[in-house]
């Protein structure tokens, strides 16, 4: 199911999206019905292009390529008709968004990015999007994430004894102060990186195979990165790293450089949040996770009274 972005990621999502020009035949193409509603070929194009280019530069076989883009259609087909789905529901329940309430989202994006009015409908336009389908975009991310509330929200419920067992079972993730010395491995292929991920596995020298397959600038120094804390790093490899003890590595990590397995050579140890320090932190992240939960089971649940027939 596609995400229910906030209006600066779906930006920093657009900056990569460059579609290609199409017959109108083409676009007219359905691809997909869901209920009223209907799907086109054009608008499948436009979600799976920026992943269309990573795909030609990763040196991949023409039959590893096809299939790679098989699946990616399938998927982001997925996610069309779920959007549809939840676009649909949303009239139902009379969810309108104004105007204004668009121009202040736009208005977020350019203070957080400092970009002028013009800059950013320049950056827009060299995507191939005019401001009105931007505009549009912005519109229904609001309405879904009004509908979100509607439909789950108040659904959900996080009990002190649940952030409890949560900051127990997970207190290294709440780590002040703590330092990281580290080394990674970073590579384009997922498989080879996985089979690289069985060798540490096996106690296999970290540096040694950094050395040898890593493609990242200090691979030859055995992967050395250097001295952080885990503010120096977005939410998803942070989470990671957080568990390392010293001499450990972390799973393959997706990141926008490539997959990479990051090694604690060293850990300089800081302090610990109190519960009562991290309970406002645990109780988002637990709700948040019990939101999306909800929301799969109540889309599930819209798909199966739906009428969805795919002409792929």
């Keep these: 199911m596609k995400k229910m972005t906030n209006p600066l990621i779906s930006f920093l999502i657009l900056m990569g999206l460059l579609a290609p020009a199409l017959p109108a035949e083409t676009l007219d193409r359905i691809v997909a019905i869901v209920d009223s509603d209907i799907i086109t070929l054009g608008q499948l194009m436009k979600e799976t292009e920026p992943y269309k280019k990573n795909m030609e530069s990763s040196g991949y076989s023409d039959e590893k ?10 998927k982001l087909l997925g996610s069309l008709i779920d959007q549809s789905l939840t676009q649909q529901e949303a009239k139902k329940y009379n969810i309108e968004i104004s105007e204004m309430e668009i121009d202040g989202a736009i208005e977020n994006v350019r203070r957080i990015k400092s970009l002028s009015r013009e800059d950013l409908e320049k ?96 691979a030859s120094d055995g992967g050395n990165l250097g001295v952080f804390d885990l503010g120096s790093f977005s939410a998803g490899i942070k989470d990671s790293i957080a568990l390392l003890k010293k001499g450990e590595h972390t799973e393959v990590i997706r990141t926008t450089q490539g997959f990479q397995i990051f090694y604690a050579q060293d850990v300089e140890q ?37 009428h969805i027939k795919i002409l792929l």
């Design 123 to 218: 950056a827009i336009g060299q995507e191939g999007l005019t401001y009105k389908e931007y505009r549009e975009t912005i519109r229904k991310q609001i309405l879904q994430a009004r509908l979100i509330n509607f439909a789950v929200k108040s659904k959900v419920v996080i009990t002190e004894a649940e952030i409890k067992r949560h900051y127990e079972a997970n207190i290294e993730k709440y780590a002040v102060n703590r330092k990281y010395h580290l080394k990674n491995i970073l590579m384009n292929d997922k498989a080879k990186m996985d089979e690289i991920k069985i060798r540490l596995d096996n106690k296999e020298d970290f540096s040694a195979l950094a050395k040898q397959y890593s493609m990242a600038p200090n």
């Design 270 to 306: 800081g302090s610990t949040k109190t519960f009562e320090q991290a309970r406002d932190e645990i109780h988002e992240a637990l709700y948040q996770e019990q939101v999306k939960a909800k929301f799969d089971t109540w889309l599930e649940s819209l798909k199966k009274k739906a």
């Design 65 to 74: 390529k096809k299939a790679l883009t098989d699946e990616l259609n399938r």
